[in-house]
């Protein structure tokens, strides 16, 4: 996929046509928010940069400082087995070890010592996740605002692998209706045949939390509930090495409903805050869209094309895949450069300053493309600046 020296893309065009699909109710949108949108959220003080929650990167930093002694070793040499280790591949084959090795020592740790370390592990990620969404507008909230704003043929689904519950608080505020695939009131229970169905009414948000959230526990009997009654020691993770985990409830469900909704015809994924560098989550959009050319999926990601590998080379086989980045973008499997052309409509340039300044494409932050979006939708609007240089990418 190598790029045509005379070939340019222009942002004004595409970006023209994305604002006509987002500010109508007739398409089937989905989107799909991965590590990158809550550390768009700035909550630092006296003009320091704090990220709400930070990316896998960042959350592997601080799980790994917070730990002591024996099992902060642990931790470092299970780092080191792992080629690009993250926290969610350390914490799989922990608990793997915590499974099998008995009363056998590895990195210095029985199987009892290693299923202390889950605990304690999972106790740091509920305390560092488990942060809430700040007052006044927000991206969550813009995102919501802008789903709420338009009258609409379809309900709109977000998908997102992250643990915390910063879309539910920005929903309940504004009293949206939303499921998330449980029922019940004291101890909601998981409801695959309500997500198969998927036939509650189009106001309502569908929520799929794809790797589990920090608001879901073990009942007694074992099975996933949603409580927040010692949660951070019961949370659930995806395995990347006990494969099967993710082939049961609720997890089946919930990639069977991604896997659903981009082979119905006429769909629309809008990516933020994810960089396909999960493997099973890239292999079945890459498969549903495959088998689905109706389908389309749109990456809005943070950084240059060079440094986003995974969606470019996911894009190189799927040609209803794009992906918008700083410099350039992948549109039809053609990778090119960004280059403004003449303004699509009357005062464009208004418009144009949501989304690019100074030679850059500025939506692959998640807090602009929400603005985007609620502005869109028919949400206020004011003027806000980009998040500083980091990597606001899972």
Not at 137 to 157: A, C, L, Y
Not at 213 to 218: A, C, E, F, L, V
Request: aromatic share 10%; hydrophobic share 40%; glycine share 8%.
């Amino acid at each position: 996929m190598a790029a045509l020296t005379n070939t340019v893309h222009n942002p004004d065009q595409y970006m023209f046509d994305f604002k006509h699909i987002i500010s109508h109710g007739r398409k089937k949108i989905g989107i799909l928010i991965g590590a990158g949108a809550p550390v768009s959220v700035n909550v630092g003080k006296a003009g320091a940069y704090e990220p709400l929650i930070p990316n896998v990167a960042g959350l592997t930093n601080l799980v790994r400082a917070g730990l002591k002694d024996e099992y902060k070793e642990a931790f470092e040499g299970v780092e080191k087995q792992i080629l690009n280790s993250n926290i969610e591949l350390v914490l799989s084959r922990i608990r793997a070890l915590a499974e099998v090795i008995g009363e056998s020592k590895v990195c210095g740790l029985d199987a009892k010592g290693f299923q202390s370390l889950s605990e304690k592990i999972c106790a740091l990620i509920y305390e560092i996740v488990s942060k809430p969404l700040p007052a006044g507008e927000n991206p969550f909230s813009d995102t919501i605002s802008w789903i709420n704003g338009i009258n609409r043929n379809h309900p709109v689904e977000i998908f997102t692998t992250n643990y915390d519950l910063l879309f539910e608080e920005a929903m309940e505020r504004v009293k949206t209706p939303y499921f998330d695939g449980f029922s019940g009131s004291k101890v909601p229970f998981f409801d695959p045949s309500s997500i198969s169905n998927n036939d509650l009414p189009k106001r309502w948000v569908r929520l799929w939390k794809l790797h589990g959230s920090i608001g879901w526990s073990k009942s007694d009997s074992g099975e996933i509930v949603r409580s927040n009654a010692d949660a951070g020691s019961t949370m659930v993770y995806p395995s990347h090495i006990k494969y099967d985990q993710t082939q049961s409830a609720p997890f089946s469900s919930l990639f069977e409903r991604l896997k659903n909704f981009l082979l119905e015809p006429d769909t629309l994924l809008i990516c933020s805050g994810f960089s396909f560098a999960d493997a099973h989550i890239s292999a079945k959009l890459s498969e549903c869209m495959s088998a689905n050319p109706s389908s389309a999926l749109i990456a809005l990601q943070y950084q240059n094309l060079e440094k986003e590998v995974h969606a470019a080379e996911l894009a190189s086989r799927c040609p209803n895949m794009s992906v918008y980045c700083r410099d350039g973008a992948i549109i039809n499997g053609i990778k090119a450069p960004w280059k403004l052309g003449d303004p699509p409509s009357k005062n464009w340039e208004v418009i144009r300053a949501e989304y690019w300044k100074e030679g850059e494409f500025l939506l692959g932050d998640f807090k602009l493309l929400a603005r985007f979006l609620a502005m869109s939708g028919g949400g206020k609007s004011k003027a806000i600046e980009p998040a500083p240089e980091v990597a606001a990418d899972e």
